[in-house]
Structure formats: structure tokens, C-alpha cells
């Protein structure tokens, strides 16, 4: 596609049926917002201009989308989908091109769809081209009229202007279409709101250019259920469910295991290696990356988290961590913000790690605290060990050398420093900076020698 394209994304209504204070095209599927996932679809399309028409709480969905190189325009109030194209006439003003209009509460659309739609409105040049599909149960859709061949589109109505016999038109409208700009403003200004909705409907265009002969053409979906809107909840739970099922089918032929596609969840943006198992109950958020040859699951949560190649993380929640390759983890590991875990190291069981740097071989077998620490290479916390970062005014940090042995049950209370090869009995509190190679017990800790025991 080599002609310049314009874009309006339709999103100024309230959709009242999400029952929500909330836009709803700012509900989420799957880590994403609505219109983002059709921004998204559009942007590989290589856009000259993208306009965005807002309306209801249009300032929240300006700051949601302020990341992306958009125009807005405002429809206020908001009187049909007609109404709302109107108002990107000043956006446009100067452009002569195909305009792709879509709604941004359809967020499974797919490029490829979008950029077929495109291809083909500009191959055959129609006044219009209209994305339809074909449903077994078109209620609650607007229907499609083509011509007696088949190859033009007459007219659309909406399912509340249908007459009774007219129920049973499979093909349906997307709501997404390509117009010639600037001509299609010249029609929006002849649309009126004789409908049941009271409303200036946009596929009113259709039927006015049919009428003066002009051509619209159908291009129709392969999967119907790319053009499927979000109306309610009902709706938003079931686009999660296709849409799972692509983004998992997508790794899998891209050589990852997922053992029970049906409950494991990997929101868009997810980058797996090959070679990788995901077992059950799993959920991959946000911006994270999995190395190849990795395990992961039963029932484990990552959420903006790099995982290296080798690791294993068995029933644990990981948020904003780095885990490096050959790391083993839980199960029952909580590992929060900030936390860096070196090649080869161990967290086990009940183990809470914050803003924490663990070195290469260490290890955290069980119930364990470690905050704001800093361990060297090949050291060995005991269970029940707690770092106490906080005097109740500040977080304060502990740094341990290489090969470090905590006893159980000791407390380290930060700010400490323990050198390299130095050591704590079991139930020790340590108060103060331990030298190297240096032994402390008791409470307070204190140096242990042979001699005195």
C-alpha cells in the first residue's frame, strides 16, 4: 500500500451497557486497553494522519493515548456514528485519500484484515468499502444488502430498522470502513436522523451513494469474530477468550509448550523463547520476556519480569524482577519490585524478596525476608531469616560478601555490612558491621570463639 491513508477511530460514547464510570473503550482485554489494541492494529498500516474522535470523559482517553502521535477531535454531544465522522473534517482538512473509519471498541481486528480491507478498496476504487463478516446469529448487528450478483452493497440497517423477514441476513457490518476523503463529507452533510435511534447514521452514506449509483464494495472477514464489538461485560470476557487463544496459538507455533492453552493467560506484548513449558494457571502481564528452555508454572504470575534461560519458577508471583538463566524459584516465592536474582540462584519456598540484588549460586531455601539487600556470590540464607530494613523512618540496606552463611532464624538489622566468608549462628540478631571470616551468635551478636562456649 502505497497511497497515503488516513485514520478516524470513532470513540466518544459512554457504552452505558458496561454498567461503568469509565470509557468504555479504556476497559482492558488482556493488558490492554480497547482502543489500544486498535491502534495497535492500524499503526503497522503506516498512517499519514490518526484522528481520534472523544467525547465522554474525552480528557482521560487524550492522557491514555498520549504515548501515540494522534490528533483528537471532540464530539460533544454525541448524535451517531455519522456526527462523529463529521467532526474529523477540520483533522482532515487538505488530505485527499482513502480514510479508514473504525470503531475503538473492536480490538480483535487484526492488521491483516484491516490492511486487506484497505488493498482492496484501493485495487477497485468504490465510492466506499465496507468490512462485513457472516454470523449463524446476527442479532443485534446492523445487516448487509448486496446487489443481485452479489457484488455491491445497497444498503445497511441497523437491527432495530429491520423489518421481521429481513432477520435473517447473515452478513453483518463491522462498522469499518474506507471512504475518499474529502468527498465523503460532502455526503455526511445530506445524512438526517429519520431511525428509530434518532441518530445520523454513518452507514446512511452507503445507502445515499448507491442511490445517486456510485459503488460500495464488500470485503468480508475470514473469522467473523475479529469484527466483534464490546457492548457489555458478557461481551469483554468473550474477545478475551479469542483473543487468548490467538496470542497462545501464536507461541506455540513459535515452538513454545503450553501445556492447557484453555487456563494459561499471556497477554499481548509477551516476548518466549522456544523450548519454553508453561504449565497451568499461568499468567505472563505486562512487559515481559522468557528466555528459551525455561519452566513455568503451575500456577505462576509474571508480571513486567525477565526471566533468563535454563530457569524454573513453580507456583510463585514475580512482579518487575529480573531473574538471570539457570534460577530456580518456589515454589510459593514472592518476588517484588527491584528484585535481581544472579545466574544460578536459588529462592525456594514462602521466600519474600524486595529491591534486592542476590549473587550468582546463592541461595534462599524458605521463609524468608530479604529487603534492600545486596548478597555476593554463593551465599546461604537460613530459614527464618529476616532483614530488617526499616527503623520506622527509613529503608536502610544490608550488603553481605561472597559466601555468606546465615543461620536460621537470625535477624540482620540494616544498615550492616557482613564481609566475605563470615557467618551467623542460629537465632542470632545482628546489630553491627561483621568483619571477614568473622562467626557471630547470640543477643545481640557477638563474635564467637571456641574458647568461651
Known amino acids: 500500500m502505497k497511497e497515503k491513508l488516513a485514520v478516524v477511530i470513532l470513540a466518544a460514547g459512554q457504552g452505558t451497557r458496561m454498567k461503568s464510570e469509565k470509557p468504555k473503550v479504556l476497559h482492558e482485554l488482556m493488558g490492554k486497553t480497547l482502543i489500544r489494541h486498535v491502534l495497535d492494529a492500524v499503526l503497522p498500516l ?28 471532540d464530539q460533544k454531544p454525541q448524535l451517531g456514528t ?22 475503538g471498541d473492536t480490538p480483535l481486528l487484526s492488521t491483516k484484515s484491516l490492511g486487506g480491507l484497505v488493498d482492496n478498496h484501493l485495487a477497485a476504487r468504490p465510492a466506499a468499502t465496507v468490512l462485513t463478516a457472516k454470523m449463524e446469529n446476527p442479532t443485534g448487528y446492523g445487516r448487509v444488502f448486496r446487489s443481485e450478483d452479489g457484488k455491491q452493497i445497497l444498503k445497511i440497517a441497523e437491527q432495530k430498522d429491520l423489518y421481521p423477514a429481513e432477520e435473517a441476513i447473515k452478513e453483518i457490518n463491522s462498522g469499518t470502513y474506507v471512504f475518499q476523503s474529502p468527498e465523503v ?36 472477514a475470514v473469522d467473523y469474530r475479529e469484527i466483534l464489538g464490546i457492548n457489555d461485560r458478557v461481551d469483554l470476557s468473550r474477545a478475551g477468550l479469542f483473543l487468548r487463544e490467538k496470542i497462545n496459538r501464536e507461541h506455540q507455533k513459535n515452538g513454545v509448550t503450553i501445556e ?4 494459561t493467560y499471556i497477554e499481548a506484548g509477551v516476548v518466549i523463547a522456544p523450548d519454553t513449558v508453561i504449565r497451568p494457571g499461568t499468567f505472563l502481564q505486562g512487559n515481559t520476556e522468557v528466555g528459551g528452555n525455561v519452566v513455568l508454572g503451575p500456577h505462576t504470575t509474571l508480571i513486567d519480569t525477565r526471566v533468563g534461560s535454563g530457569s524454573s519458577i513453580l507456583k510463585s508471583h514475580v512482579q518487575e524482577a529480573d531473574i538471570g538463566p539457570d534460577c530456580s524459584v518456589g515454589p ?21 524478596i524486595k529491591k534486592s540484588f542476590i549473587g550468582e549460586g546463592s541461595k534462599i531455601p524458605h521463609l524468608a525476608y530479604v529487603g534492600d539487600a545486596t548478597l555476593g556470590p554463593d551465599c546461604n540464607i537460613g530459614a527464618g531469616t529476616i532483614f530488617a530494613n526499616y527503623d520506622g523512618q527509613k529503608k536502610n540496606p544490608t550488603f553481605l560478601g561472597r559466601e555468606v552463611f546465615i543461620g536460621s532464624n ?33 543477643v545481640p551478636a557477638r563474635p564467637f570463639s571456641p574458647k568461651n562456649e
Open 46 to 73: 503506516q498512517p499519514e494522519k490518526i484522528s481520534v474522535i472523544v467525547g465522554y470523559q474525552g480528557e482521560e482517553i487524550r492522557k491514555e493515548l498520549q504515548d501515540y502521535c494522534v490528533s483528537f477531535a
Open 82 to 103: 455519522g456526527h462523529a465522522l463529521q467532526q474529523a473534517q477540520a483533522e482532515l482538512d487538505g488530505f485527499n485519500g482513502p480514510v479508514l473509519v473504525l470503531c
Open 185 to 220: 463529507f460532502s455526503v455526511l452533510k445530506q445524512l438526517n436522523t429519520d431511525n428509530k435511534q434518532g441518530e445520523y447514521y454513518l452507514t446512511d452514506v452507503v445507502r445515499i451513494w448507491t442511490e445517486k449509483g456510485k459503488s460500495v464494495f464488500p470485503f468480508t
Open 260 to 263: 492447557d492453552p484453555a487456563h
Open 332 to 352: 510459593y516465592a514472592h518476588l517484588r519490585p527491584g528484585t535481581v536474582l544472579d545466574r544460578g540462584v536459588r529462592v525456594g519456598d514462602f521466600v519474600e
Open 410 to 442: 537470625s535477624t540482620l538489622v540494616a544498615p550492616l555490612r557482613m564481609g566475605d566468608f563470615s557467618r551467623t549462628g542460629a537465632g542470632s540478631v545482628v546489630t553491627r558491621d561483621v568483619g571477614e571470616n568473622i562467626t557471630v551468635v547470640g
